[in-house]
């Protein structure tokens, strides 16, 4: 017998999206009335997702194009969909969402809902690669999705622009964390973040921070490169590296280098971490050196707790940082631009952390996570009422 409360399905690639990009939505959701189900691959963060109630499903998703892993995880994927039966399908990362996508058509799956983090396909790519990606995702998106959202304002407006969609299947869904209750520097006394620092051997210190995937797509190795510079001329300063490795086929080069890298006496590699808000109140900068990135929310946590940021100039980043007013842009992949505007900041402690506080403004006017969230769970109630 089918279940009187609605079914959703949350899947992405790997468990660590479904923590990072995910969570609150499923818990609002859940909150709702929904039963809500995740489907991803095991990379070690089951047991956390698990520890939040989460119904978690371990299907081998594939990140790379490799035929017949993708026809099994579309053959995964289809039976999973026959045998759960859900009301509403929520697919999120590019290569599994489009396999999802395919899974769920072959299923007769209705209510089909994609939210792009961020197109794979971007201005810098070569002709080829870009036009290849670029008609796979308006083919799934007009043919195998039944809406599109999109963080990026960027991203939103090329889909209405090409016609990826009709225009009330787009939504413009931009991005945000919660401001009040968790991103918050009032929440955290000044002894607490003492005692972090010290833990952390962070006193005296000018500390630049990284939040994300150590992989080479995330600009991490432009960064160390910056930061070293930085340390030969400022002894005080830290770099604080707080994110996981990950050892998959795509990913094995920058887990080999960064073994070496992370010995530098200045660099302090954290792992992952749950009190990602008090070590950002901790630091003085956030840097996000991302070669693509759809709407980023680590930005957001940082400016929420009223930290400038440094980022590259590219699609998502832009919408965040204002260059000049809270936070500087940089050129993508120059490790150089990066530093003098690391050593600006350095510099200038003060005029650092004005930009800080005018960043925790334009996030509380443009970022906050409840209005994001009521836009999905608008969406899903939509979905519902029309298909009774």
């Known amino acids: 017998m089918k279940e009187s409360r609605p079914k959703i399905l949350q899947l992405s690639a790997i468990d660590v999206s479904i923590e ?69 399908v929520h697919v999120h990362t590019p290569l599994a969402s489009v396999i999802a996508r395919v ?17 794979y396909f971007h201005d810098e790519m070569k002709k080829l690669p870009y036009a290849i990606v670029y008609t796979i995702e308006k083919f799934s998106a007009k043919f195998l999705t039944d809406y599109l959202l999109l963080q990026s304002k960027e991203d939103y407006e090329l889909s209405v622009q090409k016609n990826f969609k009709k225009r009330n299947k787009i939504i413009h869904l931009s991005n945000g964390v919660d401001i009040w209750n968790t991103f918050n520097s009032k929440l955290y006394s000044a002894n607490e973040l003492l005692n972090l620092k010290k833990q952390t051997n962070l006193e005296s210190t000018f500390v630049f921070t990284f939040v994300g995937r150590l992989v080479k797509e995330k600009g991490i190795f432009e960064l160390i490169e910056a930061f070293k510079r930085i340390y030969e001329k400022r002894s005080d300063a830290r770099l604080l590296l707080i994110g996981g490795f990950n050892k998959s086929e795509r990913d094995i080069e920058s887990f080999n280098r960064l073994q070496g890298e992370i010995k530098h006496p200045g660099i302090i590699y954290l792992g992952y971490r749950k009190d990602i808000a008090q070590l950002m109140g901790i630091s003085d900068v956030f840097i996000l050196p991302s070669h693509r990135e759809g709407l980023p929310r680590s930005i957001i946590e940082a400016m929420a707790l009223n930290k400038a940021v440094i980022a590259s100039n590219i699609r998502g980043c832009r919408e965040e940082i204002i260059h000049g007013e809270n936070g500087y842009l940089f050129e993508k992949g120059n490790s150089f631009k990066l530093e003098i505007i690391m050593d600006k900041m350095i510099s200038n402690p003060q005029a650092t952390k004005k930009m800080g506080e005018k960043g925790r403004a334009f996030v509380e006017k443009y970022f906050d996570e409840e209005k994001v969230l009521s836009i999905q769970i608008d969406l899903f109630n939509k979905i519902l009422k029309e298909k009774k």
């Open 20 to 88: 990072t990009l995910m969570v609150p939505l499923i818990q609002k959701s859940s909150k709702e009335g929904y039963i809500v189900n995740c489907v991803c691959r095991d990379t070690g963060r089951y047991e956390y997702l698990n520890s939040l109630g989460f119904n978690m499903f371990n299907l081998d998703i594939p990140r790379t194009v490799r035929p017949v892993k993708i026809a099994k995880a579309i053959f995964s994927i289809f039976n999973h969909l026959k045998k759960e039966n859900y009301d509403i």
């Open 103 to 119: 899974a769920a058509k072959l299923a007769g799956q209705k209510n089909v809902i994609y939210t792009a983090h961020g197109y």
